[in-house]
């Protein structure tokens, strides 16, 4: 069962549906989908419960994602409140737009990862969204461009993450069919 989840992750952020869904030839957005695919992989596998039934086992991948996806709404309403406070003027730096992300975050990790990069922290969305925001940052960009820009990458990571459930509750779906034949 494990397997067949991390194909549907998998197939759900496949390279040619991800190009069709997001309208890009962009391969740093791809590269994005498979860091997700990646981290969700990982957060599934973490929780896996062999001796589970094959619905809970799709429950719990289902919570996984879902828990995903609630932080990833929150740190792109807190990304959207900061941006509103900007007035433009200043040069953002990277620890300021980590320091804004961070408090969004409700365990703190996202600022640990940002200052010890290599090391393991225990939260791989953590990590996940601090090398996101680290690796599109840019200092010619102005402030409002710089959250505008983590907006939309985490809004990248909220479409992928919801991509993966919905193919999870598809599976799901035809579980409960093949147990009822």
């Not at 498979?34 to 957060?43: F, S």
């Not at 990862?113 to 922290?121: G, V």
């Not at 402030?143 to 993966?164: C, F, H, S, T, Y």
Request: hydrophobic share 40%; glycine share 4%.
């Amino acid at each position: 069962m494990l397997n067949e989840l991390f194909q549907i992750v998998n197939r759900s952020l496949d390279r040619d549906q991800m190009l069709q869904i997001f309208e890009t030839e962009d391969d740093a957005d791809v590269r994005r989908g498979d860091n997700c695919a990646k981290l969700l992989c990982k957060k599934i596998g973490k929780t896996h419960d062999v001796d589970a039934s094959d619905g809970a086992q799709i429950t719990q991948a289902q919570v996984i994602v879902a828990d995903v996806k609630f932080q990833l709404d929150r740190l792109l309403h807190h990304l959207y409140r900061h941006m509103q406070s900007l007035l433009g003027e200043s040069q953002m730096k990277i620890e300021e737009l980590i320091a804004v992300v961070d408090a969004a975050y409700d365990d703190g990790l996202i600022l640990k990862y940002f200052e010890s990069p290599d090391e393991e922290h225990g939260d791989g969305l953590a990590r996940f969204i601090c090398r996101e925001i680290h690796e599109t940052f840019s200092t010619e960009a102005s402030d409002i461009e710089q959250v505008g820009e983590a907006q939309r990458v985490i809004a990248v990571a909220q479409k992928q993450v919801a991509l993966v459930n919905f193919s999870l509750q598809k599976f799901q779906e035809r579980l409960e069919r093949e147990a009822e034949e």
